[in-house]
């Protein structure tokens, strides 16, 4: 199985301040036919199900806010929250879907 | 807007079936052409694939839980299925089920979930 792994386990942000998380995955996620990383990224807030906020690397799902992105290739990843607002307080996890069964990171916990 | 709500028993005793659905509503799984998943999650842990269903009956389970695992989907119902067989402990999650919109593994959108306990 694909291993994604994840730092750091938590970070803290002010208010307004970036908050940068990056996932690492074991082998990777471009597939050089279409050019396509196989990579997508996850909030869950306490109680609820994970909402997808990316995927395909950096392609943002409609409804989410533009102060989150992704970006990065092959192995490295990066979920960058611009300027954190309260409501982003949660863990965030990467998936990759390429090969296998599909794997998660163990999550980023996000705190102002 | 499409909506799923998982349901099952909340305990389930060691050794035998966990038996969970997932009401697809606000779109018709005969009609679409997705992947149904499913996920779980122990508390305080991290996201494990269960497996998934096609549309048409195809299935893919993951390699870990394949020989305990069935996934079905039942379009009169419009709904999707998932039976464990022999469970432990191990198997205490919160169980959720997903679409697939794409066919290719990113998942949106999700259930609420539902609890499983596994304990005599």
């Known amino acids: 199985d694909i291993v994604m792994t994840q730092s750091p386990d938590s970070l803290a942000v002010s208010l307004g301040e970036r908050a940068t998380i990056n996932c690492k995955s074991s082998?990777?996620?471009?597939?050089?036919?279409?050019?396509?990383?196989?990579l997508a990224w996850y909030q869950q807030k306490p109680g609820q199900p994970p909402k997808l906020l990316i995927y395909?690397?950096?392609t943002r799902e409609s409804g989410v806010p533009d102060r989150f992105s992704g970006s990065g290739s092959g192995t490295d990843f990066t979920l960058t929250i611009s300027s954190l607002q309260a409501e982003d307080v949660a863990v965030y996890y990467c998936?990759?879907?390429?090969?296998?069964?599909?794997?998660f990171g163990p999550g980023t916990k996000v705190n102002i | 807007q499409v909506h799923l709500q998982e349901s099952g028993p909340g305990l389930v005793k060691p050794s035998q079936t966990l038996s969970l659905t997932c009401a697809v509503s606000?779109?018709?799984?005969?009609?679409?052409?997705?992947?149904w998943s499913w996920i779980r999650q122990p508390a305080g842990k991290g996201l494990e694939l269960i497996g998934r269903?096609?549309?048409?009956?195809?299935?893919y389970y993951n390699p870990s839980l394949k020989s305990r695992l069935s996934i079905s989907v039942d379009t009169s119902k419009n709904q999707v299925s998932l039976q464990l067989t022999s469970v432990t402990a191990a198997d205490t999650a919160m169980y959720f089920c997903?679409?697939?919109?794409?066919?290719?593994?990113?998942?949106?959108?999700w259930g609420q979930g539902v609890l499983v306990t596994v304990s005599s």
């Open positions: 269903v096609y549309t048409g009956g195809r299935t």
């Open positions: 606000g779109a018709s799984i005969s009609s679409g052409d997705y992947f």
């Open positions: 395909w690397a950096s």
């Open positions: 997903a679409r697939d919109p794409h066919r290719v593994g990113f998942l949106d959108p």
């Open positions: 998936q990759q879907y390429y090969g296998g069964p599909s794997t």
């Open positions: 082998q990777s996620l471009l597939y050089t036919p279409n050019n396509m990383n196989y």
